[in-house]
């Protein structure tokens, strides 16, 4: 019985800048391919490991966030305002966070007006307008009231769902993002 030949993990650097529909971080490698990385934030410098691997795209793995600490940029001091930051990680303790569902919803239409023109407006919905994320969270967000409100991780405005959230077992929705991607 032939023996199967193990494939040796390949890592590549990447400087992550988008999130795709599915909620993926979006970088070009070496090559320049978009790569596709579950877990990766726009910002980010992620070493990834290949998964696989097309003609036109790859998706990875994250192995290493890259990051450097500048304690004297710390916010409230003199220089705060020296350096431009790419992105701001929010640490959490593995041992005591708590796993939430997160949902992020984006414009339900494609169009602004999806009922001008030619053809039944509601077949111009806006594809996954509607992203259901696991994320974890800080374990004083597991027990808020339903419709308490809080920013997260600097994406956006987040309610604790009014039906589905539950102690122990939070649910956030977006209800204002920080970033306007609709296109002008």
Request: proline residues 6%; aromatic residues 8%.
């Amino acid at each position: 019985m032939a023996k199967r030949k193990e494939k040796t993990p390949e890592y590549f650097t990447v400087d992550v800048d988008r999130l795709d529909q599915e909620g993926r971080g979006v970088a070009r490698n070496d090559e320049g391919k978009v790569v596709f990385i579950e877990g990766a934030l726009p910002g980010d410098r992620v070493t990834y490991e290949r998964l696989r691997s097309k003609p036109s795209y790859e998706k990875g793995r994250v192995v290493a966030v890259h990051a450097e600490y500048l304690p004297e940029t710390k916010s409230g001091t003199e220089g705060s305002m020296s350096v431009k930051t790419k992105a701001t990680i929010h640490w959490l303790d593995a041992k005591t966070a708590v796993q939430a569902e997160v949902r992020v919803y984006d414009r339900l239409f494609c169009e602004a007006h999806p009922d001008a023109g030619e053809g039944n407006f509601l077949e111009k919905p806006t594809p996954n307008s509607k992203v259901v994320l696991n994320a974890f969270v800080e374990p004083a967000l597991a027990n808020v009231a339903p419709d308490d409100k809080f920013q997260l991780e600097r994406n956006g405005y987040f309610v604790a769902d009014r039906v589905d959230h539950k102690p122990g077992a939070p649910v956030f929705n977006l209800s204002v993002g920080l970033k306007d991607t609709w296109k002008k």
